[in-house]
């Protein structure tokens, strides 16, 4: 049974250097058809994949919040009267960036039930955040996050990335205790990765990125989570650090290999066994729900195989690592007999370990996790 929607949102009014997720400038786009469009999308993978009740729904871009205050109405009250969940039990976000929501916007989201805000601050040092494209600074950053608690969220979750251009080890650190300071339940941080068609592509392409070494990088991780742990916040996942109760509930979703509907222009999906990527352009997206028909670019039916595979590599994500009990449900067969070879290499170069009925990455591990998430791909034999 699903459990968990993601709604995408594609509109910016300014692209980050870093950002390669669909995304297209708001001035001049169809946003009231884009967003009645989701709504019938809504409806149609709902009629198609039915669920009795989600536990989470996230809404994220682009910038969901750079829609005025009348179209955040029209689209928290869609997910409302469409999506089967209650809010008072479900995880219900939105992401934001600081700066751009004012008290109004924050009322709507609240009263909608909205409970959980995730805000892309990055770093905390402006001379950064105008390096790496951003538009907020600091400042913003405590406005908003103040702004939001008065309204009356308690669950904010900041995002911060580290081994950007130029980036110090002393400027991470300064960036970590302006962020811990602000004693959130939930922080996440991930290392900067330079993906095609983005800024900084190009720049790395040029040969003009500052990139911090390598070393380094693996330094700043270390210190990351050395101080989540020393002001009691828990590693529940390879990126993610909460206060007891605070875990995202719905990126645990995605790392326990389980289906959720994903809707909006070049959204990700999981539903019916199937991986399903809707069309990313605006336009293309909104044609065949005109015609009552789902807006898929592409669905990629999961083989066996592939689902053992993914059960390790985003499993492994998690600090708690992958069940040997729920794989052999899942599977109907034991972990060890499709990845006996691969868990014993990875145990024997320190990378994994046993515990609690549990395989998980050891502290090496997670300065290498690309390294073992590789070793579970390609080695099931296809029938």
Same mark, same amino acid.
């Given at each position: 049974m699903?459990?968990?929607?993601y709604?995408?949102?594609?509109?910016?009014?300014?692209?980050?250097?870093?950002?390669?997720?669909?995304?297209?400038?708001?001035?001049?786009?169809?946003?009231?058809?884009?967003?009645? +469009?989701?709504?019938?999308?809504m @409806?149609?993978?709902?009629?198609?994949?039915?669920?009795k009740?989600?536990?989470?729904?996230?809404?994220?871009?682009?910038t969901?919040?750079?829609?005025?205050?009348?179209?955040?109405?029209?689209?928290? %009250?869609?997910?409302?009267e469409?999506?089967?969940?209650?809010?008072?039990q479900?995880?219900?976000?939105? %992401?934001?960036?600081? $700066?751009?929501?004012?008290?109004?916007?924050?009322?709507i989201? /609240?009263?909608?039930?909205?409970?959980?805000?995730?805000?892309?601050?990055?770093?905390?040092?402006?001379?950064l955040?105008?390096?790496?494209?951003?538009?907020?600074?600091?400042?913003?950053? /405590?406005?908003?996050?103040?702004?939001?608690?008065?309204?009356?969220?308690?669950?904010?979750?900041?995002?911060?990335i580290?081994?950007?251009?130029?980036?110090? #080890?002393?400027?991470?650190?300064?960036?970590?205790?302006k962020?811990l300071?602000?004693?959130?339940? !939930?922080y996440?941080?991930?290392?900067?990765?330079?993906?095609?068609?983005?800024?900084?592509?190009?720049?790395?392409?040029? *040969?003009?990125?500052?990139?911090?070494?390598?070393e380094?990088?693996?330094? +700043?991780?270390?210190?990351l989570?050395?101080? #989540?742990?020393?002001?009691?916040l !828990?590693?529940?996942?390879?990126?993610?650090?909460a206060?007891? $109760?605070f875990?995202?509930? !719905?990126?645990?979703t /995605?790392?326990?290999?389980?289906?959720? /509907?994903?809707?909006?222009?070049?959204? !990700?999906?999981?539903?019916?066994g199937?991986?399903v990527?809707?069309? $990313?352009?605006?336009?293309k997206?909104?044609?065949?729900?005109?015609?009552?028909?789902?807006?898929?670019?592409?669905?990629?039916?999961v083989?066996?195989?592939?689902? =053992?595979?993914?059960? =390790?590599?985003? *499993?492994?994500?998690?600090?708690?690592?992958?069940s040997? @009990?729920?794989?052999?449900?899942?599977f109907?067969?034991?972990?060890k007999?499709?990845?006996g070879?691969?868990l014993?290499d990875? #145990? @024997?170069?320190?990378?994994?370990k046993?515990?609690?009925?549990?395989?998980?990455?050891?502290e090496?591990?997670?300065?290498? *996790?690309?390294e073992?998430f590789?070793?579970?791909l390609g080695?099931v034999?296809?029938?």
């Amino acid at each position: 049974m699903i459990k968990s929607a993601y709604l995408h949102i594609p509109f910016c009014e300014h692209i980050c250097h870093y950002c390669d997720f669909n995304k297209v400038f708001l001035q001049g786009q169809p946003v009231d058809e884009y967003l009645r +469009m989701m709504k019938r999308e809504m @409806e149609l993978q709902l009629a198609k994949y039915p669920t009795k009740k989600l536990d989470t729904v996230f809404v994220g871009g682009g910038t969901p919040t750079s829609l005025d205050e009348k179209q955040l109405t029209f689209l928290c %009250e869609a997910i409302n009267e469409t999506l089967p969940f209650d809010s008072k039990q479900a995880e219900y976000t939105f %992401e934001a960036n600081p $700066g751009d929501l004012s008290r109004e916007k924050l009322e709507i989201l /609240y009263q909608a039930g909205v409970n959980r805000l995730s805000f892309g601050v990055q770093s905390f040092n402006d001379e950064l955040l105008k390096r790496i494209g951003r538009t907020h600074r600091a400042s913003e950053v /405590y406005e908003t996050i103040q702004l939001a608690q008065g309204v009356g969220f308690t669950n904010i979750t900041i995002d911060l990335i580290y081994g950007l251009p130029g980036q110090t #080890m002393e400027d991470f650190e300064d960036t970590l205790t302006k962020a811990l300071d602000l004693q959130l339940p !939930h922080y996440s941080s991930y290392s900067l990765i330079v993906e095609p068609k983005t800024v900084f592509y190009n720049q790395m392409r040029k *040969g003009t990125l500052n990139l911090p070494p390598q070393e380094l990088e693996a330094s +700043m991780y270390e210190r990351l989570m050395e101080e #989540m742990e020393r002001h009691g916040l !828990h590693q529940y996942e390879i990126s993610n650090f909460a206060r007891p $109760g605070f875990e995202s509930k !719905h990126n645990l979703t /995605y790392w326990n290999n389980v289906e959720y /509907y994903g809707i909006g222009a070049g959204a !990700h999906g999981y539903t019916g066994g199937k991986r399903v990527a809707n069309h $990313g352009p605006v336009k293309k997206y909104i044609t065949p729900l005109l015609e009552g028909q789902l807006p898929v670019l592409d669905e990629h039916t999961v083989p066996l195989y592939e689902n =053992m595979e993914e059960e =390790m590599f985003l *499993g492994l994500r998690k600090t708690k690592g992958v069940s040997l @009990e729920t794989f052999k449900e899942k599977f109907s067969v034991e972990m060890k007999e499709v990845f006996g070879k691969e868990l014993e290499d990875q #145990m @024997e170069k320190g990378l994994l370990k046993l515990d609690g009925g549990f395989i998980s990455l050891t502290e090496r591990g997670k300065l290498l *996790g690309n390294e073992v998430f590789q070793a579970f791909l390609g080695v099931v034999e296809v029938e």
